[in-house]
């Protein structure tokens, strides 16, 4: 048996004196053909549907601290262990799917998902909601991990950037569809606690369909057996290898995720503005429904909802804006949103503004969605395939880390100096941050200015 390499990448074995096609004669240059355009916004929606499930709690639990009888201190430790699951799932996601492929991560990840969903809908304890958090946290690590470089191998080499948007907006979006849907759901039907994540469970089915389908490519380490280059097995109609595993190489499979060398500075510059944006909107999101029942004097589980809802779709639309800006460019911008954002948000606070709410609200977002794009593009520019999971994961741990110490110092600080005095410095503190992130873009930008042109 021989094989050669047509000038148009098809690779063509001899058997027995016969022919036969091992992949596509049309396709990008490493010699799998370009998977249709509809996949790459298809491998999006398992993002989309994790992500709905992590916020799809927040306007249900005024119903079960009714029922449950549980303090306000015990919810901070129900919100605290999402972030414990979150941080733990991307110490190994990220590794795991990089040597062993998308798909052997992803599918257990939505049976965790599912899982939840489960927990959530049966819960008659405390502590089971604590469990229920921790297993959405693992859940959305993988996806923020292996799912969204799934979105990219799908994508391929040709279409990064778009793979990046796409990865990237699918999370935001599901982070504001989550919310809106339960709220929604529990001001319409019976048994809120339980309709919400019956309907959330069909999405997760949904989208593990997807995965078993999604013709994800292999992310391959240069010189592997199938990398570009040296025959890469074919898959569905010969568009991209089946998911059996990726790069296998060295290294503890649960270890604090990093980049490889060379891509330290697009990671920082990343993080420098992602991490104050996720922080903002959680923000938001943890002091948003007790302003507007202030404000608005009414319990309604739907208009926070809708808050939160605007504020990632804001996260989704300037992506989709600013999509052709140059990655530093969009960074700044971010950054700019943040301390709009948060300096908005502590005249809210003192003023009692619903504007001024709404108006904190669609800027953090937007803040948060540029950092996102503007990092995610950045890794996508210069970690191989075969290292895009754990740097995705490294990426998130910058950002949800510091939301998680949020999480538990709001609360204690709004208990300690009050609900306005907390605001104010929280507000302040993250606006500071957002500018001292947009500096440290601008000054890289500045220095590889003067070496060269900076990468777009």
């Known amino acids: 048996m021989s094989g050669r390499r047509t000038a148009a990448g098809a690779v063509v074995t001899v058997r027995g004196g016969g022919l036969r096609r091992a ?20 491998a999006a929606w398992p993002v989309t549907a994790v992500f709905a499930l992590s916020n799809a709690a927040t306007p249900l639990y005024v119903l079960w601290q009714d029922e449950l009888g549980f303090s306000g201190g015990t919810l901070t430790v129900v919100f605290a262990s999402y972030i414990v699951g979150l941080l733990a799932s ?10 062993f492929g998308r798909r052997p991560v992803l599918l257990p990840a939505l049976g965790i998902a599912l899982a939840a969903c489960l927990m959530f809908a049966t819960a008659h304890h405390v502590a089971v909601l604590i469990v229920a958090r921790l297993f959405t946290g693992l859940a959305v690590g993988a996806a923020v991990s292996a799912g969204m470089a799934a979105v990219t191998d799908v994508a391929g080499p040709d279409r990064r950037r778009l793979g990046a948007l796409l990865a990237s907006s699918a999370m935001v979006f599901g982070a504001g ?29 949904t989208a593990a369909l997807v995965v078993w389908r999604m013709p994800i490519r292999r992310p391959r380490a240069p010189g592997a057996p199938g990398a570009p280059g040296e025959g890469a097995a074919s898959g569905p109609a010969g568009a991209a290898g089946p998911d059996r595993g990726g790069h296998r190489g060295g290294g503890a499979w649960v270890r604090v995720p990093g980049v490889p060398r060379g891509s330290g500075w697009h990671l920082a510059l990343g993080v420098a503005v992602f991490g104050p944006g996720i922080v903002a ?18 319990d309604s589980r739907v208009v926070p909802g809708a808050l939160a809802f605007s504020m990632f779709l804001a996260s989704t639309c300037v992506q989709f804006a600013v ?9 700044v911008g971010g950054a700019v949103s943040i301390v709009l954002g948060m ?6 606070v003192h003023t009692a503004a619903v504007w001024a709410l709404v108006a904190a609200a669609v800027l953090a977002g937007a803040g948060q969605g540029m950092g996102q794009l503007g990092g995610l593009s950045l890794l996508n ?5 075969h290292r895009l999971a754990e740097a995705n994961a490294a990426f998130s741990v910058g950002g949800y880390a510091p939301a998680g110490v949020l999480a538990v110092g709001a609360g204690y600080l709004t208990d300690a100096v009050g609900l306005t005095s907390a605001a104010t410095t929280f507000g302040l503190t993250l606006a500071t941050a957002a500018g001292l992130g947009g500096a440290l873009v601008l000054a890289r930008r500045s220095r590889e200015g003067r070496g060269g042109p900076a990468p777009r």
């Open 23 to 42: 992949d596509a004669v049309e396709g990008p240059a490493d010699g799998r053909a370009a998977v249709p355009l509809w996949w790459v916004w298809l």
């Open 90 to 99: 991307l110490l190994c996601c990220g590794v795991l799917s990089d040597r």
């Open 177 to 205: 569809l989550g919310p809106l849907l339960s709220g929604v759901l529990s001001e319409t039907l019976p048994a809120p606690t339980v309709t919400v994540f019956v309907v959330e469970a069909a999405l997760l089915g």
């Open 281 to 298: 909107t959680s923000f938001v999101l943890s002091l948003g429904p007790s302003l507007l029942t202030g404000l608005l004097d009414s």
């Open 323 to 331: 999509q052709r800006r140059s990655r530093h460019t969009i960074l």
């Open 343 to 348: 300096v908005t948000l502590v005249v809210a």
């Open 381 to 385: 520019s210069s970690v191989p395939p």
